[in-house]
């Protein structure tokens, strides 16, 4: 009877109210009572992207939609500025070099964020940059990118700043029209609690300017069909039915229980609770300087095989954490705070992995991880007594 | 979005393969689909109890069951023992003087076990008595009853036990036949990780034998008629049949998780850590010496308003765990790990005392609850590496 909690940055566990709003009965997308719902996802999606725009949702996960980014602003040949610091800024490149882009990278250390100087410099090298291609929140390095000042350096450029928010959106406020994000995309199965295939994009009026002109190919993800869907309520191909009336079923959540300030807020302080637990069990922080809100990268013990500590903790302990991708496959795992977690979740996390550490014969204090969570976690609770 | 964790002795958490089979297709009780299930459920409620006679399934809760146990054994002017150490001794008494029983009591002290000499010695003073009615886990006061030893005392007299185990039977290893038990009852809410709705009864033959002689009315809860339904693998009445679909699915979980002796063992180790977690903090134990492996009673510091605190830890922080009974109100809680509950329900439990407690004003050090209870509950974990 094993219990099973999942601490991993996606899919993320989904509410109950978002199951039980999915469970129900199947309705057709060509009626009233789905235009709806589907109105009302929409603008719960404008807020959740902090703009004026419309957000088109696609029946796709995250990387469809950073596709989508790519092959709806762009021609062959265009030169693009990839943030490349973990395995979604390896996918960004990836995705522009299929499609005949020429891009330059910024190579930054695995565990760091990028020097906006630098961007700045390759951008002054290279004035006919079309888009600088990151990541808000790199998931597998758990560092938060400074998209905000890169996009000080694009704003006056012809250049579009393409932002891949999967782990971000939802977790910090990082509105995009007052930051001045270009392309935003997310998916459904990280801060929105749901299960995969969902992917949300926005583009700024610039990205549309971009779009008029973009010579790349796209039938599917052709984002001014799906504009133009949105405008009658609906989208250009069958919608993922149940995700929009899940996604629907989230914004009400969110709506109930403090809103997106509350949401950032809330994120911010799971994300400080396990660092303070990691850094009070003697472990060192993958991300010490910026680190995600959504999820934490955890440096295990040289004597410690990564890969059978995330299998013992899962299989074993029923805690499934993720542990490290590329070069960092075996030395770190990544605890994350993200969506449909709180309090407990953290201690879970923290508690399983001192017992874990324990049984992989390093030397482990019990409780320390979650007494200095719980002290962070306490404040919280504070009554008007 | 406060996620909610159930720390209270029933109703207790309910599993998905439990709540995903009574969420199928209701079938109709008269099938030979439902025959099958009904059938199956009836074999793993033997396995259970621990008995070879028919345990008959009711569509009420423990209390009818308890009914049940009176009303089918006694008669008017009957006399019984009733062990009374807490409300659900009170409420044998209860039972038994609205059936116009003649009642002897036991007065033993809330939070201790009674004194197997103490019924002895009743039984002696009182050789008519037909029947002693005890708790085998007091709820109220979290207290475990000498149930094999007040065996000993009825086995060779013309008197029944008759047992509530309500919060024993799926807790502790306590097989109805082979301890002696002539009545024993339990309900689906609490280690059968069931929605309330559904009593477990079953009689020894000798009880069968008071039966035949019992005057006492009865009609829904006359057992004959189950017994007779049960031979044909249906009941008397309408089944409860989404319970029996999930009591049925809840047997598989037992089934597929190590069966009845990890059912127990882990309810063992779960009582063990909390209980070293709670005397970590500095906490007092309710039964000390006599606990429930349901369910752990613990006083709160003389400070501390008890109703304001399980309040703030249900409404605030989304931690619902039981508050005293009686004279016990507000002076109590109860932490329990019955049912579907694991280490981290533990972790949890402790873990939010504690930050409650420094809420109510109370010197706490975070972390000292979990680390007792992690170093218990780690060993199971062991890897065979």
């Known amino acids: 009877m094993l ?32 235009s709806e719902i589907f109105a009302s996802a929409a603008a719960g999606s404008r ?12 029946a796709s996960t995250g990387t469809g939609g950073m596709e989508a980014a790519i092959t709806n602003t762009m021609s062959a040949g265009d030169r693009v500025l990839v943030v490349n610091g973990g395995k979604f800024g390896e996918r960004w490149a990836e995705i522009a070099e299929t499609y005949g882009l020429v891009v330059s990278t910024i190579d930054v250390e695995w565990g760091t964020a990028v020097d906006p100087a630098a961007v700045a410099a390759s951008l002054d090298e290279h004035p006919d940059t079309r ?22 350096l694009t704003r006056d450029r012809e250049c579009l700043l393409i932002v891949d928010g999967i782990t971000s959106v939802g977790v910090a406020d990082m509105p995009m029209d007052a ?35 973009a010579k790349l190919p796209r039938y599917y993800f052709d984002l ?12 250009a191909y069958t919608p993922a039915v149940s995700l929009i009336v899940g996604l629907n079923a989230v914004y009400r959540v969110i709506e109930n229980s403090g809103g997106f300030p509350e949401l950032y807020a809330r994120h911010k302080r799971l994300a ?4 303070a637990g990691v850094v009070a069990m003697g472990l060192k922080l993958l991300a010490p300087d910026s680190p995600s809100p959504a999820t934490t990268g955890v440096w295990l013990p040289e004597s410690v095989d990564g890969g059978k500590f995330t299998k013992h903790m899962r299989d074993v ?20 705070h993200i969506g449909y977690a709180d309090t407990f979740d953290v201690i879970i996390g923290l508690s399983a992995v001192e017992m874990a550490l324990a ?11 979650p007494a200095a969570a719980q002290k962070i976690l306490a404040e919280q609770y504070s009554r008007n007594a």
């Not at 990541?135 to 000080?152: F, G, I, K, R, Y």
């Not at 995309?185 to 549309?208: E, N």
């Open 359 to 369: 049984e992989f014969g390093h030397d482990v204090e019990f409780g320390k991880g």
């Open 179 to 213: 930051t001045g994000i270009d392309v935003l995309v997310t998916g459904s199965q990280k801060a929105m609690m749901l299960p995969p295939g969902l992917a949300l994009i926005s583009l700024s009026a610039k990205a549309w300017r971009f779009s008029d002109q």
């Open 3 to 34: 219990k099973r909690y999942l601490l991993a940055p996606g899919p993320t566990p989904v509410p109950a109210q978002a199951l039980l709003a999915m469970a129900e009965p199947i309705i057709h997308h060509r009626t009233p009572q789905f």
């Open 47 to 58: 807020k959740l992207f902090g703009t004026d725009g419309p957000v088109m949702m696609l």
């Open 131 to 152: 888009a600088v291609l990151v990541q808000a929140s790199e998931t597998s390095t758990t560092v938060l990118h400074p998209v905000p000042q890169l996009a000080a």
């Open 317 to 336: 302990m029923g805690v499934t954490v993720a542990g490290g991708q590329g070069h960092l496959k075996g030395k770190i795992i990544r605890l994350a």
């Open 224 to 235: 001014r069909k799906e504009r133009k869907s949105l405008e009658d309520d609906t989208s």
């Open 272 to 275: 400080e609770a396990t660092r």
